[in-house]
């Protein structure tokens, strides 16, 4: 079957020093459009010569532009160069705000949030004015824009995008195979006792990691329960910073084990007592999803997309106490019934997001265009 759409999807969030959850959609996207046969794709990034790191190496074919990365940003973000030699490209994807200038294809880009509007003291300077100069930009250059959640497309929306652009297509998960043995070595390598609270995602000021870990410090006397933080570090907030305010007998029931590869992750997953996650602001909060594939009983924050994606499949709480933290976590940690019906709704709930629906709602997106 010869392909109905060709597809250049920008790839460069894949090479970011902290890919993060940009980089996972990315990759995992343009994996599930290329499994398609009405979909040819191939990516496009900046100069690089090292690969992504084994977690976020693209599977589909990608070009390389003569501009290394901050170049190439400031050059989208500023004025229309340089745009990118489409061939017979139907369309052009845009898999982060920062989106090349517009061509002959129509411009199809993926906002993920406007964080930097909503938390500007939570990140860098010069990040927050390229992220705001490329807003512009996808204002003025996106024939359409995706967006992964009712919360996002609110904030799309009162940021001055119109409604007929906008476009909403929730994320995706394919879970692994776990098996027993694969949790024994990974907890094992990690050191991690078969109790634990678990934390996903790049330490940075948004996901709120510190008031977790007041709120395990409010429990720490009633549990028998490690709490574990896997992800890379960001900007901003390191390990020391997290572990300096505790004393020892805390301290030493805090892992934090950085990034870990997918199969591990999977595990601790799949074995963890409670996973917690109360970011302040997300634009979906794909761990969540993860973590209710594997039947992990979930705590996320209110008020925010992560509700949205757990549904009734997860307790939530104000991200801003520590006290309700505490209390939903100690409540699953005691209670082995009600965590047990959580882990099961999430394990139903997380069965309405796969790659190869989002890749399907993404691609009537192009079909739109076409």
């Known amino acids: ?21 940009t980089g996972r959609v990315a990759v995992d996207l343009a994996e599930a459009l290329s499994q398609r046969d009405d979909i040819a794709i191939r990516g496009v990034s900046a100069w690089h010569i090292r690969q992504p790191t084994q977690n976020f190496r693209p599977t589909i074919d990608i070009a390389r532009l003569p501009l290394p990365r901050p170049l190439l940003y400031e050059t989208w973000s500023r004025m229309s160069f340089p745009q990118l030699k489409t061939r017979n490209d139907s369309i052009i994807h845009s898999t982060t705000i920062v989106a090349p200038p517009p061509g002959k294809s129509p411009l199809v880009v993926s906002v993920h949030d406007l964080a930097f509007r909503r938390f ?10 390229l992220f705001e100069r490329s807003w512009q930009q996808v204002l003025a250059r996106s024939d359409a824009v995706i967006c992964p959640s009712a919360a996002t497309s609110a904030d799309l929306i009162a940021a001055g995008l119109d409604t007929e652009r906008l476009h909403l297509v929730s994320l995706g998960h394919d879970p692994y195979e776990v098996t027993q043995e694969q949790v024994s070595r990974t907890l094992n390598k990690l050191q991690i006792p078969e109790e634990f609270i678990l934390v996903v995602g790049t330490l940075e000021p948004r996901k709120n990691i510190p008031t977790l870990i007041e709120a ?3 429990i720490a006397p009633t549990t028998s329960a490690q709490l574990v ?13 997290l572990l300096r305010p505790l004393d020892q007998s805390i301290r030493n029931r ?9 199969q591990e992750l999977a ?19 794909l761990p969540v999803l993860e973590a209710m594939s594997y039947g992990a009983p979930v705590v996320t924050s209110k008020g925010t997309s992560t509700e949205e994606v757990a549904g009734n499949a997860a307790i939530t709480i104000n991200p801003q106490s520590p006290i309700e933290i505490g209390e939903a976590l100690e ?21 309405c997001f796969t790659w190869a629906k989002a890749a399907a709602n993404t691609v009537d997106v192009y079909k739109r265009l076409l």
């Open 216 to 218: 395990f410090r409010h």
């Open 229 to 241: 933080i896997a992800g890379p570090t960001g900007w901003g907030l390191t390990a020391q910073d």
């Open 331 to 351: 409540f699953l940690l005691t209670d082995r019934s009600a965590a047990r019906e959580i882990s099961l709704r999430g394990l139903e709930r997380s069965k």
């Open 267 to 285: 595990a601790l997953y799949t074995q963890s007592s409670v996973f917690c996650y109360p970011s302040l602001l997300e634009g979906f909060g």
């Open 254 to 262: 805090v892992s934090i084990v950085g990034e870990v590869q997918h």
């Open 1 to 21: 079957m010869t392909p109905e759409i060709s597809v250049l999807m920008t790839m460069e969030a894949a090479w970011h020093t902290v890919p993060g959850g």
């Open 120 to 129: 500007p003291e939570r990140f860098p300077l010069r990040a927050r004015r």
